[in-house]
């Protein structure tokens, strides 16, 4: 198909100011062919656009093949667009772009969460507006988040994303392709901590036990040494050392995507932690306290920074799920 001329509106322009063809020519540089047939397109039709059924027909993203595909959707929302492609005959390109283009449809990812009720529901709406109450104060700016992560020794797999790229299944094995798991592999539960209020920035972790501190600007040993001491700290240290203390029926319940910690970064470091296998515990210590280091101040600011935003999602979906 013929791509239509760029200067078609400036040619129409110039005719209906009277420049003959050879001067329109000469102005925009194109040929005299390309004027007379745009002046004589514009006289037929009266308009710029496109004639109707302008190009090759189509033979595959037919009405009929759309509303087939719709109606597929309709009963089995599951389906893999693999799978339809395969039962009606047409390649996966094809079925990709009737969903995407004709249908407005995007395939997403089937994750797990707990059951949310429509009273926890309600509760988690009353609890966020309260929540969303005080970042208008900026409470966020002296809010202490933390939370607890399990890590193993093992790499992280996902089935889906782990792809290499071989000659034969032999090869493939030798780049990795099998990875190898344990019935019960190694783990330590990991305690984080992060706070942002604009003057400093601090962020802690625990290995039940084994204290590793990352301190940035003016914090005192003895905050952080009770921020170090989960149990302590979130039992009784919390409660008497900071007044605006959010216990937990105030928080609202089964709301991973309320916290920073694990909104973000629990779903980013066991990406760099355990991109492969750790050798043993001391080994995923060791990784865990470098890549941990390496979180920017910027990055962690730019997260809790997404606090209000995320409790606004909340309350515009009156309590249910935003992720």
Same mark, same amino acid.
């Given at each position: 198909?013929?791509?239509?001329?760029?200067?078609?509106?400036?040619?129409?322009?110039?005719?209906?100011?009277?420049?003959?063809?050879?001067?329109?020519?000469?102005?925009?540089?194109?040929?005299?062919?390309?004027?007379?047939?745009?002046?004589?397109?514009?006289?037929?039709?009266?308009?710029?656009?496109?004639?109707?059924?302008?190009?090759?027909?189509?033979?595959?993203?037919?009405?009929?093949?759309?509303?087939?595909?719709?109606?597929?959707? =309709?009963?089995?929302?599951? #389906?893999?667009? @693999?799978?339809? /492609?395969?039962?009606?005959?047409? %390649?996966?390109?094809? $079925?990709? *772009?009737?969903?995407?283009?004709?249908?407005?449809?995007?395939?997403?990812?089937?994750?797990?969460?707990?059951?949310?009720?429509?009273?926890?529901?309600?509760?988690?709406?009353?609890?966020?507006?309260?929540?969303?109450a005080g970042t208008r104060k900026k409470d966020r700016l002296i809010?202490?988040?933390?939370?607890?992560?399990?890590?193993?020794?093992?790499?992280?797999?996902?089935?889906?994303?782990?792809?290499?790229?071989?000659?034969?299944?032999?090869?493939?094995?030798?780049?990795?392709?099998?990875?190898?798991?344990?019935?019960?592999?190694?783990?330590?539960?990991?305690?984080?901590?992060?706070?942002?209020?604009?003057?400093?920035?601090? =962020?802690?972790?625990?290995? #039940?036990?084994? @204290?590793?501190? /990352?301190?940035?600007?003016?914090? %005192?040993?003895?905050? $952080?040494? *009770?921020?170090?001491?989960?149990?302590?700290?979130?039992?009784?240290?919390?409660?008497?050392?900071?007044?605006?203390?959010?216990?937990?029926?105030?928080?609202?319940?089964?709301?991973?995507?309320?916290?920073?910690?694990?909104?973000?970064?629990?779903?980013?470091?066991?990406?760099?932690?355990?991109?492969?296998?750790?050798?043993?515990?001391?080994?995923?210590?060791?990784?865990?306290?470098?890549?941990?280091?390496?979180?920017?101040?910027?990055?962690?600011?730019?997260?809790?920074?997404?606090?209000?935003?995320?409790?606004?999602?909340?309350?515009?979906?009156?309590?249910?799920?935003?992720?």
């Amino acid at each position: 198909m013929t791509a239509a001329s760029p200067h078609r509106t400036l040619i129409v322009d110039f005719y209906k100011r009277g420049l003959s063809t050879g001067d329109i020519s000469k102005r925009l540089g194109v040929h005299r062919n390309t004027v007379f047939a745009t002046i004589r397109r514009f006289n037929q039709l009266g308009h710029l656009k496109d004639r109707t059924g302008r190009g090759r027909p189509r033979t595959v993203r037919t009405p009929a093949k759309v509303k087939a595909v719709r109606e597929k959707v =309709r009963r089995n929302a599951r #389906r893999s667009m @693999k799978k339809m /492609s395969d039962d009606m005959d047409i %390649s996966y390109t094809s $079925m990709r *772009r009737i969903v995407r283009k004709e249908l407005k449809m995007t395939s997403y990812r089937a994750t797990k969460a707990a059951i949310l009720s429509q009273a926890n529901k309600e509760k988690r709406l009353i609890k966020a507006k309260r929540l969303l109450a005080g970042t208008r104060k900026k409470d966020r700016l002296i809010t202490i988040f933390s939370d607890e992560k399990l890590f193993r020794v093992e790499a992280e797999f996902n089935s889906q994303n782990h792809r290499v790229l071989a000659t034969n299944i032999q090869q493939a094995a030798e780049r990795g392709k099998t990875i190898h798991r344990a019935s019960h592999p190694a783990s330590i539960m990991v305690f984080g901590a992060a706070c942002y209020d604009g003057k400093r920035f601090w =962020r802690s972790m625990c290995y #039940r036990g084994l @204290k590793t501190t /990352s301190v940035r600007r003016n914090t %005192s040993s003895n905050k $952080m040494e *009770r921020l170090l001491i989960p149990q302590k700290w979130l039992n009784s240290g919390a409660r008497t050392t900071y007044p605006a203390f959010i216990p937990k029926d105030k928080w609202p319940a089964y709301s991973p995507d309320l916290n920073p910690l694990d909104y973000f970064v629990w779903g980013d470091l066991p990406n760099k932690v355990c991109a492969r296998p750790n050798a043993n515990i001391e080994a995923l210590k060791k990784s865990l306290s470098e890549e941990w280091d390496k979180l920017s101040v910027e990055y962690l600011r730019a997260t809790i920074d997404a606090f209000p935003r995320r409790l606004r999602a909340v309350v515009a979906a009156k309590g249910g799920r935003i992720e």
